[in-house]
């Protein structure tokens, strides 16, 4: 097994190998997949470096990560659920273990700085990577981060059954079909993105107006990189969009993602007039009985644990923060530390969630506009 790092731009040579491992990846993210992060890679250009890992001239292992003020993230920080480690799903447990070995060796190397967000507890290899961290030598801090609620009723059309046995979906469902003479639509193409894209952001934009977190579509820059990305997904295959469509315009929409068996419902908006008759609950119902047709099991709802995920959702599935530098950072390692505490203390992590982060949040889209 060879492994060795290369930088921005990315030849076709890489990208046509990258496309073969992410096809046959372990989960298949949609958050790694191939034309996203080839975005995402010339957005960034010189600040990205990819890790490789090559058995027989093939491509069994990669990392795209970027550098923001010395610290290298994952690539697809820049829009994402959860990031992965693109691996192919016929390594064994010992490659693995050696790939992450070797990703650690070449991170102390080249003295690298990590800032590993959104990691998936639930990644059949966190096991191995986790326990290869502490016996690295680096500085590992691995921290509870957030979670993805997920619905998973087994067999396949389980949870349809279960969402259509409840008025609380069933009844928005037909109010906005009689009352509204609204339609519900299902796009798993290019068809009319930059339209629905459109719509998508003004009814961002409204839900969230006069609220703590304004919408970051408010700016144009912002509204292209959306675009751009559902092009990236589309291209790839597995973007579905929802929407409910009324006289006045499109009122509801979903951003679905597909990962193997998995529908990630990345992002949601409606329009607020539209309110009263709970276009969100409605698209749940249409999400879950498209899945049922498509013989998809679960239901992934993505980061964050807003309220009405767990109308649906039954368990959760956790998301943590890795943290690795040289043991001999501590800049970087009283700042971990300092994360680690305000994560632990439920008071003041509220604090800085609803105070101090929504303000830095304002501040960076008042700068987009």
């Known amino acids: 097994m060879e492994t060795y790092i290369d930088y921005a731009p990315l030849g076709k040579a890489f990208w046509k190998k990258y496309v073969l491992l992410w096809q046959n990846s372990i989960g298949r993210s949609p958050f790694q997949s191939p034309n996203i992060l080839q975005y995402f890679s010339g957005s960034n250009k010189g600040d990205v470096v990819v890790f490789q890992c090559i058995r027989d001239g093939n491509l069994i292992g990669a990392a795209l990560l970027k550098k923001t003020k010395g610290v290298y993230t994952f690539l697809s920080d820049m829009k994402t659920d959860a990031n992965f480690f693109v691996l192919h799903n016929q390594c064994s447990q010992e490659e693995i273990r050696t790939i992450f070995e070797q990703f650690l ?14 990691q998936p507890c639930w990644a059949s290899y966190m096991s191995i990577f986790e326990k290869t961290g502490k016996a690295s030598g680096l500085y590992w801090q691995n921290i509870r981060y957030s979670v993805c609620p997920v619905a998973d009723d087994e067999p396949a059309g389980a949870l349809f059954n279960r969402i259509n046995g409840l008025r609380a979906f069933r009844y928005p469902v037909s109010r906005l079909k009689n009352q509204e003479r609204a339609i519900f639509e299902v ?5 009319d993105l930059e339209c629905w894209a459109d719509e998508f952001c003004e009814a961002h934009i409204r ?7 304004p919408s970051a579509y408010s700016g144009p820059d912002r509204r292209q990189f959306l675009k751009n990305c559902l092009y990236a997904w589309a291209a790839d295959s597995i973007l579905i969009r929802f929407s409910v469509k009324a ?8 951003i679905g993602l597909l990962e193997e068996n998995s529908l990630v419902f990345h992002a949601t908006t409606f329009h607020p007039e539209y309110k009263k008759f709970s276009p969100g609950k409605a698209l ?14 679960v239901l992934d709802f993505g980061d964050g644990n807003e309220p009405y995920k767990y109308d649906v959702a039954d368990r959760e599935r956790q998301l943590n923060r890795i943290f690795i530098s040289h043991p001999l950072n501590f800049p970087f390692i009283l700042k971990t530390k300092t994360i680690k505490v305000v994560r632990g203390n439920s008071k003041m992590y509220v604090f800085y969630r609803d105070k101090i982060k929504r303000l830095i949040q304002r501040v960076k889209i008042s700068l987009l506009i």
């Open 105 to 118: 060796q070449v991170a102390r190397q080249n003295n690298w700085t990590l800032m590993l967000n959104y």
């Open 187 to 191: 796009f798993t193409d290019h068809t």
């Open 207 to 213: 839900r969230w107006a006069d609220t703590p977190t």
């Open 247 to 254: 006289p006045m315009g499109r009122v509801g929409f979903v």
């Open 284 to 297: 749940i119902y249409a999400v879950a009985e498209w899945m049922a047709r498509q013989n998809i099991q």
